[in-house]
T-cell receptor
Framework: DSGVTQTPKHLITATGQRVTLRCSPR?????VYWYQQSLDQGLQFLIQ???????AKGNILERFSAQQFPDLHSELNLSSLELGDSALYFC?????????????FGPGTRLTVL | AQSVTQPDIHITVSEGASLELRCNYS??????LFWYVQSPGQGLQLLLK??????LVQGIKGFEAEFKRSQSSFNLRKPSVHWSDAAEYFC????????????FGQGTRLTINP
């Protein structure tokens, strides 16, 4: 158990819908990362937050957005869902978001878009 | 841009045999390198990491990896595998500038024969 929690574990929804994935980082970690794992794209970095501020952006679609709240939990919002958005979404956290930090991954949320 | 190549998509070894998983990276400066393991239905767990210093890195669960700059490689090894090592293994490199995002290889799925 990494100490990073993600809810829900599974999510099944229809195209065009909007969903919110939630992540609670390890106690004491200030930085949160979101990754998408799909069969065709592999594991891809989406976005990073540090202490409530966006720090880095990766291949995140405009339909996707995220935020980190004052209590440091984070939410990833996916809207106008398409079939290709079906994937496993991981949240990770680290102490300060530095290159030398270890990123601890949560168990993931499996999103299925029908 | 950084990239990571794991040439072997799937490897099968017998229990008790030695293991080597290959990882090649493309990077301009001294890379920050990681190996993660993903068991079915689980998140990613860090096995080991290399930032600098001794090029042979020891990790958890009896794994080690050797950084070879001349070959741009960071291969993962274990002298004797156990059935519980069956999983997917990911090599990753940390982004060179700015915030810490990980660029992952495509992964190697390890199957253990009894």
């Amino acid at each position: 158990d990494s100490g990073v929690t993600q809810t829900p574990k599974h999510l099944i929804t229809a195209t065009g819908q909007r969903v919110t994935l939630r992540c609670s980082p390890r106690s004491g970690d200030l930085s949160v990362y979101w990754y998408q794992q799909s069969l065709d794209q592999g594991l891809q970095f989406l976005i990073q937050y540090y202490n409530g501020e966006e720090r880095a952006k990766g291949n995140i679609l405009e339909r996707f957005s995220a935020q980190q709240f004052p209590d440091l939990h984070s939410e990833l919002n996916l809207s106008s869902l398409e079939l290709g958005d079906s994937a496993l979404y991981f949240c990770a956290s680290s102490v300060e978001g530095l290159r030398t930090d270890t990123q601890y991954f949560g168990p993931g949320t499996r999103l299925t878009v029908l | 841009a950084q990239s990571v190549t794991q040439p072997d998509i799937h490897i099968t070894v017998s229990e008790g045999a030695s293991l080597e998983l290959r990882c090649n990276y493309s990077y301009g400066a001294t890379p920050y390198l990681f190996w993660y393991v993903q068991s079915p239905g689980q998140g990613l767990q860090l096995l080991l990491k290399y930032f600098s210093g001794d090029t042979l890195v020891q990790g958890i669960k009896g794994f080690e990896a050797e950084f070879k700059r001349s070959q741009s490689s960071f291969n993962l090894r274990k002298p004797s595998v156990h059935w519980s090592d069956a999983a997917e293994y990911f090599c990753a490199v940390g982004e060179e500038k700015g915030a810490q995002k990980l660029v992952f290889g495509q992964g190697t799925r390890l199957t253990i024969n009894p």
